[in-house]
């Protein structure tokens, strides 16, 4: 029967806690990431709705509700491949300020 050497035990156990820590620290900053997205998507949205409203109503015909909700939803997901593809900068801002927040709760 071999004897259980303390300082490998030990040594074991640290590192094993520090892989639980750099884990759920990587999936803090997922979850920090994509939230960030999400935000900047609407942000975006109602950034489109604003602009929208600002388009005078003409034509032949009023808008019926069908076009309206068409609209909401068009400019939903026009904004959530903004924020994708060509961010404008702000879910990044916003996941730096999340980041530098979290390092300093767990200090």
């Known amino acids: 029967m071999n ?3 303390p300082k490998i035990a ?8 520090q892989q639980e820590r750099v884990s ?12 960030s997205a999400e935000f900047e ?9 604003a602009m929208r409203k ?3 109503e ?6 019926s509700n ?8 068009l400019d939903m997901e026009l904004a959530t491949q903004v924020s994708q593809k060509q961010s404008i900068g702000l879910a990044k801002q916003i996941y730096e300020q999340m980041q530098s ?7």
């Open 10 to 17: 030990f040594t074991a156990a640290q590192h094993t806690k």
């Open 101 to 107: 927040k979290l390092n300093q709760e767990k200090k």
């Open 54 to 56: 600002n388009v005078p």
């Open 66 to 73: 069908a076009e309206k909700i068409y609209e909401e939803m």
């Open 58 to 63: 003409g034509g032949l015909f009023p808008k």
């Open 24 to 35: 759920s620290s990587s999936k803090d900053d997922k979850a920090i990431e994509k939230i």
């Open 41 to 49: 998507a609407i942000m975006v949205q109602s950034m489109f709705k």
């Open 3 to 5: 004897p259980i050497d």
